[in-house]
């Protein structure tokens, strides 16, 4: 039987990717998919695509203090937020490597995760991310030690290229075959691809997707 893979991509900074991970293992062992996580720079992805991030936008970013309380008590769990945000998650996300954790990176990144948005730390700190995983059996010291190898480094700057180039915009991102699907609410979406219910029509798609911009707003703005 082939195997058939989900690639999840993601970043610590957003609490959408803190509830997608909630989903996402037993969503994987519902559907029978082997899920490959890739750690990303969720910074980078905006650079990249021009965007600014949620928490950049005043009143998106107030919605999503107010999202984020909503969801946590619809599905009945503790939510808190890291003590810092936007904080630096580059060593989070390169503890998370499957090149640094290796058998233990679902446990990492469940545990970073946990620590930050639901216990409400600083998991922009080495010091307590390495505190977050020795609480869990895992050797935190030791895996800090690697994340300072320059191998490391250029692993995740390579994760996050990767990301680029197949099209990821947004952080989570889902990957199946070569469907792309954003956001925490995309389980749905995904399970009618899976069970191929999908409706989407690929004639149309690329139909929608040939229509000519009849108004171009950056024009319109400095006309």
Not at 124 to 142: H, N
Not at 186 to 205: K, R, W
Request: glycine residues 8%; aromatic residues 12%.
């Amino acid at each position: 039987m082939t195997r058939r893979y989900m690639d999840f991509y993601f970043d610590y900074l957003s609490p959408y990717a803190y509830f997608a991970w909630r989903k996402i293992r037993s969503f994987r062992d519902a559907h029978g998919l082997e899920l490959r996580t890739h750690p990303v720079v969720f910074g980078k992805l905006l650079d990249h695509w021009g965007q600014l991030g949620p928490a950049e936008v005043p009143p998106k970013r107030e919605w999503l203090i107010k999202y984020c309380a909503r969801y946590a008590h619809q599905h009945g769990f503790i939510f808190k937020g890291p003590q810092f945000h936007p904080f630096n998650s580059l060593s989070a996300l390169r503890l998370s490597l499957s090149e640094v954790s290796g058998q233990d990176q679902e446990k990492v990144v469940t545990e970073i995760f946990e620590a930050g948005w639901a216990e409400g730390r600083d998991i922009g700190d080495v010091r307590t991310l390495i505190s977050v995983l020795d609480s869990a059996g895992i050797d935190g010291a030791a895996l800090a030690e690697k994340i300072k190898e320059p191998t490391v480094k250029e692993q995740l700057k390579h994760e996050t290229d990767r990301a680029l180039q197949l099209g990821v915009f947004g952080i989570p991102t889902m990957i199946i075959d070569d469907q792309l699907f954003w956001g925490n609410d995309q389980f749905d979406h995904m399970s009618l691809y899976l069970e191929g219910s999908d409706p989407i029509n690929v004639e149309e798609m690329e139909k929608a997707m040939a229509r000519q911009r009849a108004i171009d707003r950056k024009k319109v703005k400095s006309g």
